[in-house]
Structures are given as structure tokens and as C-alpha cells.
């Protein structure tokens, strides 16, 4: 079964950048839903970036301005790279894939990650 580990996650000033990294335990050519989901405190989990089988990709409104994501086949690797942090992107970063493109931008990807926890913070 895939599996998916994150890392990068930190403490932060507002206005610093970070880049998450997600590893996955096998090829994921054939996942057509590639993406990155987070849980802020107090709201439910959002899909905040994807990318599909095509190459596009898709964000969420109120953060498509600073993030992007990418993904690295011939590592198995998805990167989220989030600039101009600030305190409300506080919580914990998924990564997350699904074979059905569909799944872009939603809460129901088949698999996710542990996640990794961003903190940012003056």
C-alpha cells in the first residue's frame, strides 16, 4: 500500500517561506490527484494545492497566491513551497494522493500522509 511521509514542516516569522517535502513509498505515475490538504486550528481540513496527470495545477483561493506545488516522479517526491507565511496558515500540512482526479482540492484523497505541523509565529 502507498505510503506517504512529510517533512519541512517548522516554526516561522510571518513573512518567511517554507518547502514541504512528501516522499512516497513507490512510483505515483497513475495518481491523477497529487496534492497538499492542511487542518488549521479550529476549521475543517481544506485541499489548498493539487497538481494532475496532465501537469495542471490548482489551488485554493485563499492561498494560490503563495504556494506552489511540484512533483519530482523519478524521486517520488511532491513539494509544497508556501511563501509570505503568515499566522493563520498555522496547522498541519497533508500530503495527499488519489487515482481520480476528481479528488482535487477535496478532503477525500484514498491516501495521506502523517502530516507535518507549521507554526507561524512572531
Known amino acids: 500500500q502507498l505510503q506517504l511521509v512529510e517533512s519541512g514542516g517548522d516554526v516561522v516569522q510571518p513573512g518567511e517561506s517554507l518547502r514541504l517535502s512528501c516522499l512516497a513509498s513507490?512510483?505515483?505515475?497513475?495518481?491523477?490527484?497529487i496534492g497538499w490538504s492542511r487542518q488549521v486550528p479550529g476549521k475543517e481540513r481544506e485541499g489548498v494545492a493539487c497538481?494532475?496527470?496532465?501537469?495542471?495545477?490548482y489551488y485554493a483561493d485563499s492561498v494560490k497566491d503563495r504556494l506552489t506545488i511540484s512533483v519530482d516522479h523519478a524521486t517520488n517526491t511532491i513539494y509544497l513551497q508556501i511563501l509570505n507565511l503568515k499566522p493563520e496558515d498555522t496547522g498541519v500540512y497533508y500530503c495527499?494522493?488519489?487515482?481520480?482526479?476528481?479528488?482535487?482540492?477535496?478532503?477525500?484523497?484514498?491516501?495521506w500522509g502523517q502530516g507535518t505541523q507549521v507554526l507561524v509565529s512572531s
Open positions: 495527499v494522493v488519489d487515482r481520480d482526479e476528481r479528488r482535487c482540492l477535496t478532503a477525500y484523497y484514498a491516501y
Open positions: 513507490e512510483s505515483i505515475t497513475g495518481y491523477y490527484a
Open positions: 497538481i494532475t496527470g496532465d501537469g495542471s495545477t
